[in-house]
């Protein structure tokens, strides 16, 4: 399997940026799907954004457009989350995740992807 390691959460204000990353490793010879989800306490896991490995095609979810971009870099095997106009309801862990599907609406679903890092929690403060 795919071990995938979150990183570049913490504690920021309303308004401000964090770039989340999610580094891949293992001997897997295999390139994958690579979404992120958010849940906070309480509450069901939320899709965030996906991007193929191949081709590069992204999707983010409707109450992120325009504020998070998801992109990879293929050399590095990391994947990030780039997450910009912060707000309070953005908080949450935030975990990547790797799927053997490609099809935006697959990618949607968290019962796609079969490997999940740790998670990494992002607080945002007004």
């Known amino acids: 399997q795919v071990q995938l390691v979150e990183s570049g959460g913490g504690l920021v204000q309303a308004g401000d940026s964090l770039r989340l990353s999610c580094a891949a490793s293992?001997?897997?010879?295999?390139?994958?799907?690579m979404g992120w989800f958010r849940q906070a306490p309480g509450k069901e896991r939320e899709f965030v954004a996906a991007?193929?490995?191949?081709?590069?095609?992204?999707y983010v979810a409707d109450s992120v457009k325009g504020r998070f971009t998801i992109s990879r870099d293929n050399a590095k095997n990391t994947v990030y989350l780039q997450m910009n106009s912060l707000k309070v309801e953005d908080t949450a862990v935030y975990s990547c995740?790797?799927?053997?599907?490609?099809?935006?609406?697959?990618?949607?679903?968290?019962?796609?992807?079969?490997?999940w890092g740790q998670g990494t929690q992002v607080t945002v403060s007004s």
């Open positions: 995740a790797a799927s053997n599907f490609d099809a935006s609406i697959l990618l949607r679903k968290f019962n796609m992807y079969h490997s």
């Open positions: 293992g001997r897997t010879f295999t390139n994958y799907a």
């Open positions: 991007i193929r490995w191949r081709g590069g095609s992204t």
